[in-house]
């Protein structure tokens, strides 16, 4: 055996503190009759957005898509939908 030496209780607390997420993953339909603000509001708090678009994206998510992404969040239109994830949360299209 070798002489590696681990604190369980250290790593526990730092998968804790890694692992402190935040927000949910919130349903809705992105058609004009949503103020960007809320959607924005929504992404500063963690929460991941899964929108069904009604209508052209570009013009629907123009109010908000800008902020999310300066931000670092990400904006992916997947199959109808728009998901929308805060700074730290990725979308992975690997298997696309």
Do not use: C, Q, Y
């Amino acid at each position: 055996m070798s002489d590696f030496d681990l604190d369980l209780r250290t790593v526990e607390e730092h998968i804790d503190e890694e692992l402190d997420l935040e927000g949910s993953i919130i349903l809705g339909v992105l058609d004009g009759t949503t103020d960007p603000d809320e959607w924005i509001e929504a992404i500063s708090k963690g929460n991941v957005l899964v929108l069904n678009v009604d209508g052209n994206v570009n013009d629907l998510a123009a109010g908000f898509a800008r902020d999310v992404k300066e931000s670092g969040g990400n904006l992916v239109h997947f199959r109808g939908f728009l998901l929308v994830t805060p700074p730290g949360v990725d979308v992975s299209t690997d298997r696309l």
